[in-house]
């Protein structure tokens, strides 16, 4: 048992049914018991709490200092040409609770979750070089139990840790222990191989994750399907303009970044990123061509990504993707605390398929000293709400309940 106080969760509660009784936000709550909980116990808003048994709650003392930084917030201070960059010591270390949801028009489909470690080993010129380690990826609350599940889960024992350089944005500039991946691999390879007895799935699945570490060109390249590694590692170190905005225009894709311009009321540097991709052509099935095609126009889609508002799950006509992330930064190093955000994309003419995507800075755990908010709780015990009294009601009464 640890020197947490923690709130016993009721059937049906939600973050937010108790973050109203604890007295502090929904989001604050759930942010602050996602990076002490264990894996396992990661909450969602907005749904009946169904895993985690408690829900770890901040100390009076870090209520006090939230009040304290909201009545007196500090200006984001960046470098020359308001560049915003990343520094960090040798031997840093940071690990991470993830959370990915897969939905297809607004529905579930699978949930993704672990944790991770980033080490920052020294800095080279203008590159950061990292070492980075995924652990036990749970699937649905569980660990994998399919087949292919399960292969993809062993051959990710070779493949981490993975050592990347950082370019001065934070972006993958490029990997760098190739070598040790594909030494690993041989190793874990016949394992593999005589625990799955071949087949022709087993062959191309194995065939595949091969090719991808042929190189570490290829490797990276696979790395940008993952949506971790885009989101972390995006390039949000800029030079921004004056007014704390940077905007780049890349073939289809539209990004654009902000700061703004005070710390949050926990002393966090925040960053906007939001995107979109504009569809090449405007499908018309009342017109034909001659020979059988069918006619295609042009769309020229203008949005003040400043000011639009993106919606998880829905994507305007003429849009074939837009994302919408906050960055959370530590404003020691400038090193992400936290990300939340989700990528829409239309999969076909009657499907959106939608990722959303969080991550928490998972901190040490240690002794918290409660601010007791309730006369009806019994704040002197370690477990709040475990043996809470239903109040009997007038019909409780009528029926002998």
């Known amino acids: 048992m640890n020197n947490f106080r923690k709130y016993k969760v009721q059937k049906g509660e939600t973050i937010e049914i108790i973050a109203a009784k604890i007295g502090i936000p929904a989001v604050e709550l759930r942010a602050y018991h996602n990076q002490y909980c264990e894996l396992s116990d990661l909450v ?30 500090k200006k984001v201070k960046l470098g020359n040409n308001n560049n915003l960059r990343l520094f960090t010591e040798n031997g840093l270390k940071q690990e991470y609770g993830t959370i990915i949801l897969y939905k297809e028009n607004n529905q579930l489909i699978n949930k993704i979750h672990f944790t991770s470690q980033i080490k920052f080993i020294k800095k080279y010129n203008d590159f950061s070089i990292v070492e980075y380690h995924i652990n036990q990826v749970y699937i649905n609350n569980k660990e994998p139990e399919m087949v292919i599940e399960q292969l993809a889960d062993k051959t990710s024992k070779a493949l981490y840790p993975i050592v990347l350089s950082l370019n001065s944005n934070g972006e993958i500039h490029e990997i760098l222990n190739i070598e040790a991946i594909q030494e690993r691999w041989q190793i874990l390879k016949p394992s593999i191989l005589e625990y799955y007895q071949g087949g022709d799935v087993i062959t191309k699945l194995l065939s595949s994750f091969e090719r991808s570490i042929q190189s570490a060109s290829l490797l990276k390249r696979n790395l940008t399907e993952h949506p971790f590694y885009t989101t972390y590692f995006a390039p949000i170190y800029q030079n921004y303009s004056p007014d704390l905005s940077f905007t780049n225009n890349d073939f289809e894709v539209e990004t654009f970044q902000s700061i703004d311009e005070f710390q949050s009321a926990t ?5 906007r990123r939001k995107g979109v991709v504009k569809s090449k052509v405007n499908f018309d099935e009342n017109l034909h061509s001659q020979n059988g095609m069918h006619d295609y126009n042009l769309q020229k889609i203008q949005l003040n990504l400043e000011k639009v508002v993106f919606q998880s799950g829905k994507l305007d006509e003429g849009i074939d993707g837009n994302m919408d992330f906050q960055y959370k930064l530590n404003n020691s190093y400038n090193t ?4 939340a955000g989700f990528i829409n994309t239309r999969k076909d ?9 969080e991550t928490y800075e998972k901190i ?4 918290q ?3 007791p908010i309730s006369e009806e709780i019994d704040w002197n015990s370690e477990i709040i709400n475990e043996k809470m009294e239903k109040k009997r009601g007038f019909w409780d009464n009528f029926w002998g309940i």
């Open 369 to 371: 000293k409660m601010l």
């Open 364 to 367: 040490k755990k240690k002794e």
């Open 336 to 339: 992400i605390f936290c990300i």
């Open 267 to 271: 002393s966090k540097i925040l960053v």
């Open 44 to 73: 969602e808003l907005g749904l009946p709490i169904k895993w985690a048994e408690y829900i770890l709650l901040p100390s009076s003392e870090t209520v006090d200092n939230t009040k304290l930084s909201e009545n007196s917030p």
């Open 349 to 357: 003419t009657k499907t959106i398929s939608t990722i959303e995507f």
